[in-house]
């Protein structure tokens, strides 16, 4: 069942070896068996050791390993091998689903006869839960508590499943809410980087590998941890022992050299990683750092690094073990003999960094420290770096394009652009009447160009607080040190205290209209701040704790300043937020909110006290002190000296290892909430959050014989690159929308919808907001956007589950048709589940993005692909036929070809699909239902 078995496998090339460490004996599988693997870079190594460890002759084989030895780097389409992760790591927002569907296969394998207990991860499953705090209370010594407080009412029904979960599965672990974000406590405590374990009578010792349910667990390629991010789906196979069917990646090398310089930081770095990645294309492809400059990027930094992987787009962003490596495991508390064996394992294997050594890379790529300047990035993508000093004038250049846009704007500005003002000369708005903010001096061209994009002549003036102020065009209401990328990196979070303590002592003080959160990693970075003294200069300005999760970053932003968000409504303003995270996607931080750019948490404080991206930070003053004179932001940055002192001064290894000493016991909240006893969860048929999943609804002990498909209906017919996105609920529930619906009928009020993400767990609301994306074009109801589709049988037009539940009314079973690259984006794993419960029996498109099309076959659903060269134009389908797929009953197996008959007005005719089950584990998936199903009869037969 599981490949962590007993029983040793095959040994073709003779690799099992042993590894002494101290008085410890390990098995190890040796990489210097393997003739030629001293050419590969270090995480295809990794993957190397993992199919020798694995090899059974059946899933994984020496034709595989082969393969993986002979890897051709230029190659557009290497071989596919069977990868096996170590572990697995989860966030609450996709690993509720997953804990539901385990629960529901506890009470599948029950009523079938067999041992409830023996449903349980097979390898360590650990999720975090850091996703459903929201900013609602901020700049308060009580918004912590609030929050919190807040954050466990909301999800109460989530968590008592969890709990429950962690006392009752075996090698499943939950922290709890309110400790930190599940990338840096991955980080600074969950990875092991060499993982110890017991196989075939031995202790073996192998890379700790991961793959986790959110798509910046590359932050722990930072530590030398090959890990990436997968769907919900893919992250199940794992936990239940099955291994990942991959393509072996090109692997792109970024020679470093020199070091950073003066005034710029780890954030800075990474946008310029950000942008230079993307530019290459790196898309599904491994990133690999390598040469004499990586001994100088701090092990933090490395992580800031490869935790931005799916912005650039990289599966895996690696840094090899080195010195830096094993001082981050002290740091830590990590205990003496784990750093000695990482040490040890690492070169025996040839995994540890040698600056000179330069692997076979599919392009090498040099970056030189030094030419990294002060950066931000947006203002809808993180790899749209802007230098510092050009912030001004590009925000103006975006209003410019905003304005143009605009059906209110009568005339607007031709040809008006970033580029249209000199870079020496930077372009700022000027101080409005009554604005607490220093003057500004205008050239007649600048003054020109305000006045042709039609600067608004009445300021929107509020008053906050008993405070006067404007609000206007450009300006930052938002400023949030938030996200796992930088928020537990010691060097920005204490050169941001460090900041924040010129900055008072200077007499400056935040605008009024920002709202300023700070929502730190771990715990840890409170207790330096406490260390260090520098809490009370932080909340001086407004950044109190607010919570240990990912906050803004994910769109928790909670609400706006009432008397801004009114401003920003009636006067329709263009506003910013200014946030430390990673992602600053159109819509994602806050709905009143257009522009959204990244930052270090530095810079976030000082835009919290300019107040607006129209301020040149490098030349303007952030503001006046008391006795009127002007600060500016040279005056309160510290040094790379201060901020040094200040970490070593302040972080030690004890923070770590008393702070992570009780990590999974929680507060009085979740200790105190009530968990039933047993081996099977007690589902509350009254819960909006947790529903028992009908996967497992009239299941046999032996699956039934695969049946052609007739009679079916085509529920929606969709074009070219239709992605995972518009398939998948996402974002906000909307009150008129088929969940809302049906959330109201339960008794919720709307204003508890919470979202799709938090309500994973229940696949009534799911499977109503699949297919509901609003920006979904479904070629049967032309000219329309949205989750609509026609009902072929009242030829009615209805939402896409209203008509799904009435074809299944009718025993009526479903299609999809599809262009190419048909599931593209991020891996969701509700794109699959959703599609089957509405009742889709297969979908028929030009191509598949693979993930997907694995995905649909581990939930049950026929993936088939139009001949080659041909598409629905060309054969004429319009969706309004009725359709058949023969060829499927009586097959020895999975059949390579089936044949598709559409009948319309009494015609009929026939063309083939190829059937896209390409591998062994597939077909059993697809001949069992799905891999739940085939998981449970597994177990029924051991």
């Not at 294997?349 to 030094?370: E, I, K, N, S, Y």
């Not at 260390?531 to 769109?555: A, D, K």
């Not at 919720?748 to 919808?753: A, G, N, T, Y």
């Not at 048709?817 to 891996?827: M, P």
């Amino acid at each position: 069942m599981s490949l962590n078995k007993a029983e040793a496998g095959p040994d073709s090339f003779g690799a099992r070896g042993e590894l002494s460490v101290g008085q410890t004996s390990y098995e190890i599988h040796r990489l210097d068996r393997i003739e030629g693997s001293g050419r590969l870079p270090y995480s295809l190594k990794v993957m190397l050791e993992n199919l020798v460890r694995n090899e059974d002759g059946r899933m994984v084989t020496a034709a595989q390993i082969e393969a993986l030895r002979d890897w051709q780097p230029q190659s557009e389409r290497n071989p596919e091998v069977q990868f096996t992760p170590a572990r697995v790591l989860m966030q609450d927002f996709t690993g509720v689903p997953c804990v539901v569907d385990l629960v529901a296969m506890r009470d599948a394998i029950t009523e079938l006869g067999g041992e409830p207990s023996t449903i349980n991860p097979q390898i360590p499953a650990e999720l975090v839960i850091d996703h459903s705090v929201i900013a609602d209370s901020f700049a308060s010594p009580d918004s912590f508590g609030i929050n919190a407080q807040l954050e466990f009412e909301r999800n109460q029904e989530r968590y008592q499943l969890l709990r429950w979960g962690q006392q009752s599965f075996d090698d499943f672990l939950v922290v709890p809410p309110d400790t930190g974000i599940c990338h840096q406590v991955n980080l600074e405590y969950l990875s092991r980087v060499v993982f110890t374990r017991e196989g075939a009578g031995k202790r073996q010792a192998y890379p700790d590998t991961l793959v986790g349910t959110d798509s910046h667990t590359p932050m722990v390629n930072g530590l030398g941890v090959l890990g990436w991010g997968v769907g919900g789906i893919e992250a199940e196979a794992a936990m239940l022992g099955q291994p990942m069917s991959m393509l072996i990646p090109q692997v792109v090398g970024i020679r470093l050299s020199g070091e950073l310089r003066e005034g710029t930081t780890a954030t800075d770095l990474v946008l310029t990683v950000a942008e230079l990645l993307r530019g290459l294309g790196v898309v599904g492809k491994f990133v690999e750092f390598f040469g004499p400059g990586v001994a100088n990027v701090p092990l933090a930094t490395r992580a800031t690094i490869g935790n931005m992987s799916p912005e650039y787009g990289s599966t895996a962003t690696m840094f090899p073990v080195d010195a830096e490596t094993l001082d981050y495991l002290r740091l830590t508390g990590r205990e003496d003999h784990q750093i000695e064996l990482v040490e040890a394992y690492a070169r025996e294997q040839g995994l540890w960094h040698d600056p000179d050594h330069v692997p076979d890379f599919t392009r090498v790529v040099d970056l030189d420290l030094a030419t990294v300047e002060p950066s931000i990035s947006g203002p809808r993508r993180p790899e749209d770096r802007i230098p510092l000093g050009d912030a001004p004038r590009t925000v103006l250049g975006l209003l410019a394009g905003e304005y143009e846009k605009s059906d209110s704007d009568e005339g607007g500005v031709d040809d008006t652009s970033a580029d249209s003002f000199p870079a020496s000369d930077p372009v700022s708005p000027g101080a409005k009447p009554g604005r607490d903010a220093p003057p500004r001096h205008l050239s007649e061209e600048q003054l020109t160009a305000n006045e042709k994009l039609g600067w608004p002549s009445e300021p929107t003036e509020v008053v906050i607080d008993g405070t006067e102020a404007i609000v206007d065009h450009g300006d930052v209401v938002i400023a949030a040190i938030t996200s796992c990328t930088n928020t537990s990196n010691p060097s920005v979070m204490l050169g941001a205290a460090l900041l924040a303590k010129k900055a008072v002592e200077r007499g400056l003080r935040t605008r009024p209209w920002v709202k300023t959160t700070l929502a730190p990693g771990s715990r840890v970075v409170t207790d330096y701040f406490e260390r260090s003294g520098l809490t009370p200069y932080l909340e001086e300005l407004g950044f109190h704790l607010v919570g240990y999760g990912c906050t803004t970053c994910i769109g928790n932003s909670g609400p706006l300043i009432p008397e801004v968000s009114a401003a920003v409504n009636d006067k329709d303003l263009n506003v910013s937020s200014v946030l430390s995270g990673n992602r600053n996607f159109e819509g994602r931080i806050h709905p009143e909110v257009k522009m959204n750019f990244l930052a270090s948490p530095p810079l976030v404080i000082a835009y919290a006290l300019a107040g607006s991206l129209h301020t040149d930070l490098l030349t303007e003053p952030l503001g006046r002190n008391e006795d009127g004179e002007d600060v500016y932001l040279r005056d309160i940055w510290p040094s790379s000296a201060e901020i040094k002192e200040a970490v070593e001064a302040n972080v030690e290894a004890t923070m770590f290892t008393e702070g992570y000493s009780d990590v999974y016991a929680g507060d009085d909240n979740w200790r105190g909430m009530h968990i039933h006893e047993g081996d099977v969860y007690d589902w509350d048929d009254s819960s909006t959050y947790i529903q028992r999943p009908p996967y497992f609804d009239g299941m046999e002990a032996e699956p039934a014989p695969i049946r052609d498909i007739a009679g079916a209906r085509v529920l929606a017919k969709l074009g070219d690159s239709v992605t995972t996105d518009h398939i998948s609920p996402a974002g906000a529930i909307k009150r008129d929308s088929p969940a809302g619906k049906y959330l109201i009928d339960q008794g919720v009020d709307p204003k508890d919808f919470n979202s799709y993400g938090s309500r994973r767990g229940n696949h009534h609301v799911m499977i109503r907001g699949t297919f509901a994306n609003i920006r979904l074009r479904n070629e049967l109801v032309p000219g329309v956007e949205g989750g609509v589709t026609k009902h072929w049988t009242s030829g009615d037009e209805m939402s896409i589950f209203d008509a799904a539940m009435a074809y299944q009314d009718e025993d009526v079973p479903l299609v999809i048709i599809a262009g190419a690259d048909y599931g593209s984006g991020s891996s969701r794993d509700w794109a699959a589940k959703g599609t089957t419960l509405l009742g889709v029996r297969a979908v028929l498109a030009v191509s598949y993005e693979r993930i997907h099309r694995s995905n649909l076959i581990g939930m049950g659903v026929l993936p088939l692909q139009f001949p080659d060269g041909q598409d629905a134009e060309s054969l004429g389908l319009t969706g309004d036929e009725v359709y058949s797929v023969t060829g499927l009953e009586g097959a020895d197996g999975v059949p390579d070809e089936v044949t598709v008959t559409v009948e319309k007005d009494g015609q009929s005719r026939e063309f083939s699909a190829t059937v896209r089950i390409d591998t062994p584990a597939e077909e059993a998936y697809y001949v069992n239902g799905g891999i739940l199903p085939y998981v449970v009869r597994q177990l029924l037969r051991a």
